[in-house]
């Protein structure tokens, strides 16, 4: 696998909890075991695998995920058990615990994934931020673009049409 590939492992990606996760049986093809076989070795080394490093989606959790990328449902093949994620760290973890050596190259190239994906959000951030202060100056621009068109409206307005009577003596034309 070369690095023109890490976007594919960041499509895999997820938000969950507000953390990026990767799913067991994505990371399990990653590495080149079953989805089971992965699941098998974290149970057997649980303390290696706390809740910041694993853990398991709740209904609503799977749910949302499968009406974006799950389209199996139990009974046909599906998951059977609420799916796994992984952390980062947890998907490190999960390489050396399964020993093989595609998991430890996989796990370079899914570190450097979880990397890009941690630089484009503080790039957003910034982004936002930026944008949260143009904001703020547009609108205090626009709030003194308003009391300068109010002051200037009544000198922009056109003269009266009908002119007032003029005061004061008048000759009579016709004598």
């Known amino acids: 696998m070369d690095e023109t590939q890490v976007p594919l492992i960041q499509d895999r990606i ?6 990026a996760v990767i799913l067991d049986s994505n990371l ?15 149970a057997r080394n649980k303390d290696r695998f706390p809740e910041d490093f694993s ?10 995920l499968r009406s974006q990328i799950l389209t199996s449902s139990s009974g046909y093949g599906g998951h ?6 992984f952390t980062e760290h947890g998907a490190l973890m999960a390489s050396t615990v399964l020993r093989s050596e595609q998991a430890t190259v996989m796990s370079l190239f899914i570190m450097r994934a979880f990397v890009k994906m941690r ?3 503080a790039t957003n951030q910034k982004i936002l931020q930026r944008l949260a ?13 308003r009391d300068l068109y109010q002051k200037l409206r009544p000198l922009l307005s056109p003269p009266d049409t009908n002119p007032k009577p003029q005061i004061g003596f008048k000759p009579d034309p016709k004598a």
Do not use: C, F
């Not at 399990?28 to 974290?42: E, F, M, R, S, Y």
């Not at 202060?133 to 673009?145: G, R, V, Y």
């Open 119 to 121: 630089e484009a959000l």
């Open 80 to 85: 059977r058990y609420s799916p796994r994620v």
């Open 133 to 145: 202060e143009i904001e703020k100056t547009l609108l205090s621009h626009d709030s003194a673009l």
């Open 55 to 64: 853990l398991i989606l709740n209904n609503q959790e799977v749910t949302n």
């Open 28 to 42: 399990a093809d990653l590495d080149g075991v079953t989805t089971k076989a992965l699941n098998q070795a974290v």
């Open 14 to 19: 997820h938000s969950i909890r507000g953390q």
